[in-house]
């Protein structure tokens, strides 16, 4: 599989720009989502061999781990401050909240037959599960970003301070 490298932004956000960090969240999900749906193909092509259980455990680390944290950081931070100063923006995050809980339902079967994939007990992941799954980001963060891009202009520099270190906090790493 073709492992796909963040970007320099990605590489560069820090805590202190806790907005950047969920823009930057969002580019490793999609890098992710573009592996997985290369997937199929590769499967198909070379079989179940060290590289794909390689990247196949990465992906699987960050959507067990990385991703609900990233939700978390949403909900109980980014949402209720953009929601302060953008009151209007409460539809959309209703929404987005429940689509946390989709994707997190498909990430639990896709998850599955991904630990299946590595641990050798199946040689290829449904497709549709696969797509459901891309397809479900991919609408969530279309619906998201425009959210980032409004707290970025409305929530005060200093309450975004705290944001990230709270963030921070949650996965016990310095606010650099």
Not at 55 to 76: C, G, M, R, W
Not at 96 to 116: F, M, N, T, Y
């Amino acid at each position: 599989m073709i492992n796909i490298q963040p970007s320099a932004l990605m590489q560069s956000a820090t805590w202190a720009q806790p907005i950047e960090m969920l823009f930057a969240c969002h580019g490793r999900v999609k890098n992710f989502c573009r592996q997985l749906g290369m997937l199929p193909d590769y499967l198909a092509e070379n079989g179940v061999n060290q590289a794909v259980k390689n990247d196949v455990k990465q992906i699987i680390t960050y959507f067990n781990v990385a991703a609900p944290l990233h939700h978390k950081d949403e909900e109980s931070d980014f949402f209720p401050a953009l929601l302060y100063y953008v009151p209007e923006a409460k539809t959309d995050i209703l929404k987005l909240e429940a689509e946390h809980i989709g994707i997190h339902g498909i990430w639990e079967q896709l998850g599955v037959q991904l630990q299946e994939l590595i641990d050798e007990k199946r040689t290829t992941i449904e497709q549709s599960l696969l797509d459901d799954y891309r397809a479900a980001y991919e609408r969530h963060i279309a619906l998201e970003e425009p959210l980032f891009e409004l707290g970025q202009k409305y929530i005060p520099a200093k309450q975004l301070t705290a944001m990230g270190k709270i963030m921070a906090e949650r996965r016990k790493v310095k606010n650099s």
